[in-house]
């Protein structure tokens, strides 16, 4: 009797669902696939951090400018502007609209930005609206959001007014967190705006349909995204996500992805095997390990900081433990890349490396143990779970012990937990790297200011923050490099970090998908500009 009624049962939700399968049967197929690294700890944008976050969120929404097919900013939601010293002027189009119909405006750009200066809100990206008039002071506290120097003059124009001359300001408008918030939407989701699907809406080329936490996520074409010929595809579907690179190598080779963003060390001769036509591309990230300043730890003591700065020898770690051709090490900030006045910033403000000195790495130890009344050092190394972290980690552990005596003890999280412990300091060194947030200096000269907040280890130099602050003010080009340069050189003499490698990445994907583009700046990678060949 049990069997039958399940049969019956069963009948019955075959006849309910055929509509539903019919819809899947036509469903476009217009598709890439895609597995992520891991889940994306926050798509709230005024809150965001990091790199997965910002893929989804540039998929998602879009700012008055956009990220172009070579990283430049072009028109998003703004068609055309004017900026001078004093100030900007945005013109919105006016066909740009929410995925449910509903007219971006203005009004959102303002909410968006005065939402994430909200001291409360606690972004850590309040600093880079820090060119606005007043941002500053409303992100201390000292003034109201309304303060704020960008004003809706109507629902099609944004005015902005200059704190300082900014020339880069421009490109800081495709940056995520300049994206627009609807404060109706925001408001009716009463703190869990960004927090799961049905709590975003989208203004940019696609709309969040689902999203399974730490497991899968899929985006869908936005029908009322006003470019309706930026790309081909009508679905990005990430159905998988996780940090094993062999797990991602094989989703790729058994037909399940589409592209893979990322091979590590042990995936290249396997890609080779295969006959993969690998490509490369240096995303513009410098890594480093940053020290924790904090009162208590043993890492303020600049002689342990000095003693691990030369005991490392990065013509040996790069080749053995990231072992990715192309990759450079690190000796500065700012990376090789970055453009200066008439050259690279490096190439007019070139740094001198430390050499690897095992004899005077012991005496700065000593020192070190004396000056901390210790006879054993041990440190808390924070760091991800990936293999290239473990193999880090795990390098880093038997160098410090067999040079220098200190035991690390490694602290291994995923993704989303590694930020929260980084924020909340608790680490006495954690693996860490920079991508650009726009294409100046700046973006990581100011990362060690006192009023960053991706300054996880809490360094702190008046004197750096001085340089910086003038570096901001003057819109004398030479003058603004040479500033800039004379702070990092306190930030490399303090070793508030030490620089390890700039990364490249050797990826693959399908033939048929053409102009995925791969961004130092932005999403990445950006799959809105793609298109389809047979």
Not at 37 to 66: C, K, W, Y
Not at 118 to 131: C, H, L, Q, T, V
Not at 201 to 228: D, F
Not at 271 to 281: D, I, L, T, V
Request: net charge positive; charged share 25%.
């Amino acid at each position: 009797m049990k069997r039958t009624l399940l049969v019956f049962a069963f009948f019955w939700a075959l006849l309910l669902v055929g509509p539903l399968v019919a819809f899947a049967q036509i469903e476009p197929q217009r598709k890439v696939a895609y597995a992520m690294q891991g889940e994306p700890p926050q798509l709230n944008s005024t809150l965001a951090t990091d790199e997965e976050s910002f893929f989804v969120i540039g998929h998602l929404m879009e700012g008055l400018t956009r990220y172009g097919a070579n990283g430049d900013p072009v028109a998003g939601v703004a068609e055309k502007w004017k900026i001078d010293a004093k100030g900007a002027t945005f013109n919105l189009r006016k066909n740009a609209k929410w995925a449910d119909g509903k007219p971006v405006r203005a009004q959102d750009f303002v909410f968006a930005w005065q939402t994430a200066l909200d001291p409360k809100n606690a972004s850590e990206y309040g600093f880079i609206f820090y060119p606005i008039i007043n941002a500053e002071a409303i992100n201390k506290g000292k003034m109201p959001g309304t303060a704020l120097g960008a004003v809706a003059k109507d629902d099609h124009t944004l005015e902005v007014t200059f704190e300082k001359p900014c020339g880069y300001f421009i490109s800081l408008t495709s940056f995520a967190v300049y994206m627009p918030i609807r404060e109706d939407f925001y408001n009716e989701h009463k703190g869990r705006y960004g927090a799961d699907a049905k709590d975003l809406i989208s203004n940019g080329p696609y709309v969040l349909t689902s999203w399974v936490h730490g497991a899968s996520l899929r985006m869908e074409r936005n029908p009322h995204y006003w470019n309706k010929s930026l790309g081909d595809l009508d679905v990005i579907e990430v159905p998988y996500m996780t940090p094993d690179n062999s797990a991602r190598f094989n989703f790729y080779k058994d037909g399940k992805t589409d592209i893979l963003s990322t091979l590590g060390k042990d995936d290249l001769p396997k890609a080779q095997k295969e006959g993969y036509r690998m490509k490369s591309f240096s995303d513009g990230s410098v890594f480093f390990l940053e020290f924790n300043f904090r009162e208590g730890r043993l890492t303020r003591n600049k002689n342990l900081r000095k003693a691990i700065q030369t005991v490392l020898n990065l013509n040996e770690f790069i080749p053995k433990i990231v072992s990715i051709p192309g990759t450079l090490p690190a000796y500065s900030l700012v990376p090789t890349w970055v453009k200066g006045v008439k050259n690279t910033f490096r190439k007019e403000h070139p740094v001198t490396a430390v050499k690897p000195d095992l004899a005077q790495a012991k005496k700065y130890m000593e020192l070190a143990k004396k000056e901390l009344g210790v006879n054993q050092v041990t440190l808390a190394w924070l760091t991800g779970d990936t293999p290239l972290t473990g193999r880090e980690a795990e390098y880093f552990q038997n160098l410090l012990k067999t040079t220098l005596g200190i035991e690390l003890r490694i602290d291994r999280q995923i993704f989303k937990q590694r930020l929260a412990k980084m924020t909340a300091g608790d680490f006495d060194i954690v693996s860490a790297g920079w991508g650009p947030d726009f294409p100046d200096p700046l973006t990581f000269i100011e990362l060690k200011t006192s009023w960053n907040e991706n300054n996880r280890g809490r360094y702190n130099s008046p004197e750096y923050d001085k340089l910086v602050r003038e570096s901001m003010a003057t819109s004398d080009a030479k003058k603004r490099m040479d500033l800039m340069a004379k702070a990092e050189q306190i930030v490399l003499d303090d070793l508030a970090v030490l620089p390890t490698y700039e990364r490249v990445k050797v990826y693959v994907h399908r033939e048929k998908f053409q102009n995925i583009v791969r961004h130092a700046i932005g999403p990445d990678p950006d799959f809105t500009m793609v298109k389809l060949t047979k």
